[in-house]
C-alpha cells in the first residue's frame, strides 16, 4: 500500500493533480457593528467575566421532511452538559432562545451586500432567513439564523475565475472556555455577533492555491474597513477532496499560513483510507461481508501491568474488546504526518464516548509495545478471534465504553467504503483530527419567525455607488507604481487607502516613502503605544504637505507624528498643527556646512574617547537645532568630513 508523497515541502502542483486534489472555501468574517445581528445587545465586547452560568442539553429535532440530521444524532450521542457562562451586558433573554428574534441589523446587511456585490455575486430578490441546527452547544438555542444574499459570483485568480458560490448573513457562536469529558464550557459574548460566510467553488487544486486565495477573500472584506480584526475575527472552514474520495470539511482554522500543511495532510489520509478499503477488499472484507464484534474483557485484564487499563480497573471500571475480522496488521498504517489509521478509532472515542484521557484504545497491532503477550492470548481466547482479526482495547465506565465500542464498529464499517463524510479540527502540527459526522440537508430548514425581507433595488444601487476600488485592482495599481511587495498587502487593507491616493495624486510625494509610513511606521507607533488610530487623513495629509513643500524632511515626517501624538497641544488643538506652526524652515545645505562647522568648533576642547563618539555627540547637537528640518544623511556625511578635516589639521592632538 504505497502511497504517492513526498515529504510536505517536496510536493508539486503536479503531484497534486496526480491525486486529484480539489479544495473549496468558506471563510467566515465577522461584521463592525454597534449591537448583534437579531437583538440589541452590543457587539465587541468581550470579556472572561460572567454574571451567571446556565446549563442546558441538547437534543435533536425532525426537519421539515421529518428525518433526522446524522451530526444532531451523533451529539445526542456524546452527552455533554453544555455551561453557558453568561454576561448581563452582552446577553439577551434572545439569546437563550426565550424571546423571538428582532429584525436583523440594518448596518450588517449593508455591509454583507457591500462584500457580495465585491464578489460579484447576483443578489437575491428576497432575503430568507433559515435555522441551521447546531447541537454541538456552540448556538443556545440548537440552531443558528442564516440568510442567503447573493449567488454565482466570482474572484479573479492568476489567469483565471475562481467561483463564489455563495454568500450568506448569519450570527456568531460562543467562545469555548474547556471541552472535557461530558462537560462542555462557553462563553455567550461572541453569541450573535453578525458575520458572513463566503462559500467558493471547489476550483483551487494545491494547497498554496488555497492559501493564496483566502488572502485574496481576506483582503477583499478588510479593505472595506466594516469588518473586525484581530485574532478569531475571521475563521476558515477548508473542503477538501482526492479523486475517488468524497468532501472532508477541516473546521475553524483561524490563520492563513496553516492552510497548506492542513490541506497536504488531509490528502495524504484520504489517499491512506482507500488504500486501506483496497486492502481490505482484496483480503474479502467489504461491507456485505464486514463482521465485528464487542465483549466485556474486565476479568481477563484485571491483573495487567498497563497502567492506564490497570488504574480504572483499580476504580471499578470495565474493559471491552472490539474485535474487527479482517484487520489485523492495518491498524498501524501510516495516515498524516505521525499518525496511524488507529488514531481513526481514537478521536471517535474521545469525541463521541468522552473517553479523553490519552492513550484510550490499545490495540493488537501493538501487541509487544504495550500489553504483555499472555494479556493478548487471553484475549483472543476469550473473544474467539484469528490471527487476522484485529482486536481494539477501550476502558472506562459502563455507558462510555459501550458508546466507544459502537462507535470502533461503526468506523471499522466506513473504512469498508473508503472516506466518510466527517467535519475535522485542524490541530496546531497541522494534522486533523474528528469532531463530528459531515452535516446534511436535514440540519436546514425555514425559520418562522421571521418574515422575507426584500432587498430593494435603489438600495443595491446606494451601496453599489460607493464601493472601494476592488483589492485586486489596488494591487495592480501599486505593483505599477512600483512599492515594495511587503508594504502592498498592508496597505491594501488598511484604512489609508484613499490617503495615499491624495498624498500621491495630489501632492506628489514618493509612493513608496509615503506607503512605508503609512504601513510599517504606523504599525511601529502603534506598537509603541502611541494613539497613532486617532489621527484624521486631514492631519497626516498636512504632515506630508509640509514635506512637499521643502518644510519638513523625509525623517522629520514620522518623527514629526510620533513627537505631536507623545504630547498634548498647548491651545487644546491638533498636536501636529502645534507642531507643524513650531517647526520652521528646511535646512539649506549651505546652512548645514555653517552648522556643521561651527559645532565642530565649539566642541574642540571636549575630549571624546573614539572618533564615533564624537560623531554621535555632534550628531545628537546638530539634529535637535535642526529637528524635522535636516535629513539625517547628509548632515552625517558633513559631520564625517569636518571631524576628518578637524583630526588632519591637528595631528597632535590625541583623541583619548
Known amino acids: 500500500m504505497s502511497l504517492p508523497f513526498k515529504p510536505f515541502l517536496q510536493m ?21 457593528t454597534n449591537r448583534k445581528l437579531f437583538c440589541r445587545c452590543p457587539a465587541g465586547r468581550y470579556s472572561d467575566d460572567y454574571d451567571a ?66 464578489c460579484n455575486l447576483y443578489i437575491v430578490g428576497e432575503m430568507h432567513v433559515a435555522r441551521k441546527q447546531y447541537l454541538d452547544g456552540s448556538i443556545p438555542a440548537g440552531f443558528q439564523r442564516t440568510a442567503i444574499l447573493g449567488v454565482e ?23 469555548e472556555v474547556s471541552d472535557v469529558g461530558h462537560d462542555r464550557v462557553l462563553l455567550t459574548d461572541r453569541l450573535g455577533m453578525p458575520l458572513i460566510e463566503v462559500v467558493t467553488e471547489p476550483d483551487m487544486r494545491s494547497p498554496q492555491e488555497m492559501a493564496d486565495v483566502c488572502q485574496i477573500i481576506r483582503m477583499l472584506c478588510r479593505s472595506t474597513g466594516r469588518v473586525r480584526t484581530g485574532y478569531g475575527a475571521a475563521r476558515e472552514d477548508v473542503n477538501v477532496s482526492v479523486r475517488g474520495g468524497t ?45 465485528a464484534s464487542s465483549h466485556d474483557v474486565t476479568r481477563s485484564v484485571s491483573k495487567t501491568h498497563y497502567l492506564p487499563i490497570r488504574g480504572v480497573m483499580e476504580r471499578g471500571h470495565r474493559a471491552k474488546c ?35 484521557t490519552m492513550p484510550n484504545i490499545v490495540h493488537s497491532d501493538t501487541a509487544s509495545e504495550l500489553l504483555m503477550v499472555r494479556d493478548w492470548k487471553e484475549l483472543r481466547r476469550r473473544t474467539r478471534a484469528a490471527d487476522g482479526d484485529a482486536l481494539v482495547l477501550v476502558w472506562g465506565d459502563e455507558q462510555d465504553t459501550r458508546t466507544a465500542c459502537d462507535e470502533i464498529i461503526i468506523r471499522a ?90 498624498l500621491v495624486d495630489e501632492l506628489g510625494v514618493e509612493p513608496s516613502f509615503a506607503a512605508v509610513i503609512l504601513t510599517h511606521r504606523f504599525k511601529a507607533m502603534r506598537r509603541a503605544g502611541l494613539p497613532i488610530d486617532t489621527l ?63 559645532a565642530v568648533t565649539q566642541s574642540a576642547n571636549l575630549t571624546f574617547p573614539t572618533s564615533e563618539r564624537k560623531h554621535r555627540y555632534l550628531m545628537g547637537t546638530l539634529m535637535s537645532t535642526w529637528y524635522g528640518r535636516a535629513e539625517g544623511r547628509a548632515v552625517a556625511d558633513q559631520v564625517a568630513e569636518a571631524i576628518s578635516v578637524s583630526s588632519a589639521e591637528a595631528p597632535h592632538q590625541e583623541v583619548k
Open 12 to 32: 508539486t502542483a503536479e503531484d497534486y493533480h496526480a491525486i486529484g486534489l480539489a479544495c473549496g472555501l468558506e471563510v467566515h468574517q465577522q461584521l463592525l
Open 53 to 118: 452560568e446556565v446549563l442546558r442539553h441538547m437534543r435533536p429535532t425532525l426537519s421539515e421532511l421529518g428525518e433526522y440530521d446524522g451530526t444532531a444524532l451523533m451529539e445526542k450521542k456524546t452527552r455533554k452538559n453544555i455551561y453557558y457562562r453568561i454576561h448581563r451586558d452582552t446577553v439577551c433573554t434572545y439569546d437563550i432562545d426565550d424571546t423571538p428574534p428582532f429584525f436583523p441589523d440594518e448596518r450588517a446587511i449593508d455591509i454583507a451586500l457591500e462584500i457580495a456585490l465585491l
Open 153 to 175: 459570483g466570482w474572484i479573479p485568480y492568476k489567469d483565471r475565475k475562481i467561483g463564489i458560490r455563495q454568500l450568506s448573513i448569519e450570527e456568531d457562536s460562543c467562545r
Open 247 to 291: 468532501r472532508i470539511e477541516i473546521k475553524g482554522v483561524p490563520q492563513i499560513t496553516r492552510i497548506p500543511l492542513l490541506i497536504y495532510n488531509e490528502a495524504m489520509r484520504q489517499c491512506s483510507l482507500l488504500a486501506i478499503r483496497d486492502e481490505l477488499k482484496r483480503r474479502g472484507v467489504t461491507p456485505d461481508t464486514f463482521l
Open 322 to 356: 472490539v474485535v474487527l475480522r479482517g484487520f489485523a496488521g492495518l491498524l498501524n498504517h501510516a495516515m498524516q504526518e505521525h499518525t496511524t489509521f488507529a488514531k481513526e478509532f481514537s478521536d471517535r472515542v474521545r469525541v463521541i464516548a468522552c473517553l479523553m
Open 413 to 502: 464499517r466506513e473504512a469498508t467504503l473508503g472516506i466518510p463524510e466527517e467535519t475535522r479540527q485542524a490541530h496546531k502540527d497541522g494534522t486533523t483530527g474528528f469532531e463530528r459526522i459531515l452535516p446534511g440537508a436535514e440540519r436546514m430548514y425555514p425559520d418562522t419567525d421571521l418574515p422575507p425581507i426584500a432587498l430593494a433595488e435603489d438600495r443595491l444601487q446606494r451601496i453599489g455607488t460607493q464601493l472601494p476600488i476592488r483589492v485586486w485592482d489596488r494591487i495592480d495599481r501599486y505593483q505599477k507604481l512600483g512599492l515594495p511587495a511587503e508594504v502592498i498587502e498592508p496597505l491594501v487593507v488598511s484604512n489609508r487607502t484613499e490617503l495615499f491616493d491624495r
Open 536 to 598: 484624521d487623513d486631514q492631519e497626516i495629509h498636512s504632515v506630508f504637505k509640509a514635506h512637499a513643500e521643502g518644510i519638513l524632511t523625509r525623517a522629520g515626517v514620522p518623527a514629526l507624528i510620533a513627537r505631536a501624538l507623545g504630547r498634548q497641544s498647548d491651545d487644546g488643538g491638533s498636536p501636529v498643527s502645534a507642531e507643524l506652526r513650531a517647526i520652521g524652515p528646511a535646512v539649506s545645505e549651505h546652512e548645514i556646512r555653517v552648522g556643521v562647522a561651527n
